[in-house]
């Protein structure tokens, strides 16, 4: 008997490979798609908190990708934006020789926030440009290698979807 597959499975098939089936079967191209996917997961690792579902939404808009996929690829590396901050901000910091400013984790950043947005952006302003800078530094090629690893793959899953033949008038 064959076992079932694990609650991560099941959620990763019903909301990732899903609508990545769905849009393959109307017609999309798998480079399309391997571009939306490249660009929601460079896009969603941008080290500005609470920046990336709007920049997911205009280059998804401004190039004409799949709205719900970029969104869905922005949110499935949420944890890996939050991962990468620190390293952004520490590395913007050393490209630009400055000297680091203390910040030990992410939470002590949002209460830091909390505590007043003026006086954080005087803090942290410049450590967030810095940041930026590498992040744009890294896009790039980044993304470049994510389309290029997920395009054959998507090629292959698009040779077994059957595509809609909607009626024409």
Not at 60 to 77: A, C, D, H, S, Y
């Amino acid at each position: 008997m064959a076992e079932s597959p694990a609650p991560l499975g099941l959620f990763l098939i019903r909301r990732l490979i899903g609508p990545i089936k769905a849009q393959l079967s109307q017609g999309i191209t798998p480079e399309k798609i391997a571009l939306t996917i490249a660009l929601g997961a460079v896009f969603g690792v941008f080290p500005v908190l609470g920046s990336t579902t709007l920049l997911c939404g205009l280059a998804g808009w401004r190039l004409k990708l799949n709205q719900p996929i970029i969104q869905i690829i922005n949110m499935f590396v949420y944890p890996l934006q939050l991962i990468l901050l620190l390293p952004f901000y520490s590395a913007g910091e050393t490209l630009f020789q400055q000297p680091h400013v203390p910040i030990f984790s992410v939470p002590e950043l949002m209460q830091r926030f909390a505590g007043g947005p003026l006086k954080f952006m005087a803090d942290y302003g410049m450590v967030a440009l810095y940041g930026i800078a590498v992040w744009c530094l890294l896009a790039p090629p980044v993304a470049a290698l994510i389309y290029a690893l997920t395009r054959p793959a998507l090629r292959v899953l698009a040779a077994r979807v059957k595509p809609l033949h909607l009626p024409t008038r």
